[in-house]
């Protein structure tokens, strides 16, 4: 099962006063290298694409081979971010002048515990039915985490493409789209995570409950 992953690191942060939530540094590592470490180590991802600024040298993860890419414009939502992450990944592929992945796995760089979600996701894609789209997760209050998901690759493709195509030409179809209206039409089965890792750092006081600091 080939595996690639799209992180999500390049939000505005408002309820941090604009702090880059990947810098935040728990116990040594930044919340993006505990997330690059979750798609490396956990899904043992062919190719990772953080949809962000790269981060400064001080900062810099320790995963080989990971590729930076920006949706056009900067800021422009979730949706928009999966679709630049996609493009990248593709093109990368090719130029590799191998395959498509089977599966990507799609995160947000700010929960620190998303480890042991991605190993309960790459289980279901292992014994996936083909005419599945992929799996979310669903945390213990029964919320469905869009960002912590699975989703095979040429069902997301899909959607990015119809999203895109549907739209004004002068405008973006993914600009300020909700990931949930990006994956409305493909079939997706809730998959239950361990409880927590889906937690993120949202605001400052998720940052002083979990001991989190600034770089």
């Known amino acids: 099962m080939q595996v690639d992953a799209i992180i999500l690191a390049g939000g505005r942060s408002s309820r941090l006063g604009g702090e880059p939530k990947g810098g935040l540094l728990l116990d040594g590592e930044s919340l993006l290298q505990r997330t690059l470490a979750a798609a490396v180590s956990a899904a043992s991802c062919r190719t990772v694409v953080v949809v962000g600024d790269e981060p400064p040298a001080a900062q810099a993860q320790r995963?080989?081979?990971?590729i930076y890419a920006r949706e056009s414009p900067n800021f422009g939502g979730p949706a928009s971010a999966i679709g630049a992450g996609m493009a990248a990944a593709r093109s990368t592929a090719r130029a590799g002048m191998v395959a498509d992945s089977d599966f990507t796995l799609v995160l947000a760089c700010d929960m620190p515990d998303i480890a042991a979600?991605?190993?309960t996701l790459i289980g279901a894609g292992a014994a996936a039915d083909d005419v599945l789209d992929g799996f979310i997760?669903?945390?213990v209050a029964g919320h469905d985490q869009y960002l912590a998901a699975l989703y095979r690759t040429a069902s997301l493709s899909r959607a990015v493409n119809r999203c895109e195509s549907a739209a004004d030409p002068t405008?973006?179809?993914l600009m300020g789209l909700s990931v949930r209206a990006l994956v409305a039409d493909l079939a997706l089965v809730r998959v239950s995570v361990p409880a927590g890792s889906t937690a993120d750092i949202d605001t400052w006081d998720d940052v002083d409950r979990r001991g989190i600091r600034r770089p």
């Open 63 to 66: 995963v080989r081979d990971v």
């Open 117 to 119: 979600a991605v190993e």
């Open 137 to 139: 997760g669903v945390d």
């Open 171 to 173: 405008a973006s179809g």
